[in-house]
T-cell receptor
């Protein structure tokens, strides 16, 4: 089991460029999440998907779009990157169905630098 | 709305000394509380969680935490620090019916040889 995988590991963009961060999990989990991690701010939820075909905004959704392609994959798209989106992005998944008690499993992260 | 506050963004302890990382929560409903650890250049992994059963929760690597409703706290402890404990630690909260976690700002633990 690879768990949660993310690609790419590192990316440099110029302001205005677009890119898609990919995430896949092989644990047959229902729920998937995208977070960003910034120094001194902890992790903040960008988007969340409780099941295939459903998505929900988190705390900081502006400037991002997501696609839950199937049960395994959840992608995050930056349509027009801005320097404020420089961050480390983490994807996570959980089994769901435990009413908030679920353990989330995290990928290794994608470091994004927007110049 | 729920939130967690982690006191101390950086904590240093000597190898073999007690580790105490503080977390206080604010929630209008009974919370579920989590501690996650992040080693350098890695993702987060669960240390332990409180889900309304026993108030003293034991986790991996010798860590434990006690839920104290009267103090709205869920502090993380380990009796004897090891060099391998150097990492960043995050407290997080959710509640019944809500899978979304709200994270604290993190505490970076340094172990002094």
């Amino acid at each position: 089991n690879a768990g949660v995988t993310q690609t790419p590991k590192f990316q440099v963009l110029k302001t205005g460029q677009s890119m898609t961060l990919q995430c896949a999990q092989d644990m047959n989990h229902n729920s998937m999440y995208w977070y960003r991690q910034d120094p001194g701010m902890g992790l903040r939820l960008i988007y969340y998907s409780a099941s295939e075909g459903t998505t929900d905004k988190g705390e900081v959704p502006n400037g991002y779009n997501v696609s839950r392609l199937n049960k395994r994959e959840f992608s995050l798209r930056l349509e027009s990157a801005a320097p404020s989106q420089t961050s480390v992005y983490f994807c996570a998944s959980s089994d769901g169905g435990a009413g908030g008690r679920e353990t989330q499993y995290f990928g290794p992260g994608t470091r994004l630098l927007v110049l | 709305a729920q939130s967690v506050t982690q006191l101390g963004s950086h904590v240093s302890v000597s190898e073999g000394a007690l580790v105490l990382l503080r977390c206080n929560y604010s929630s209008s409903v009974p919370p579920y509380l989590f501690w996650y650890v992040q080693y350098p250049n890695q993702g987060l992994q669960l240390l332990l969680k409180y889900t309304s059963a026993a108030t003293l929760v034991k986790g991996i690597n010798g860590f434990e935490a006690e839920f104290k409703k009267s103090e709205t706290s869920f502090h993380l402890t380990k009796p004897s620090a090891h060099m391998s404990d150097a990492a960043e630690y995050f407290c997080a909260v959710s509640y019944f019916g809500n899978e979304k976690l709200t994270f604290g700002t993190g505490t970076r633990l340094t172990i002094i040889p």
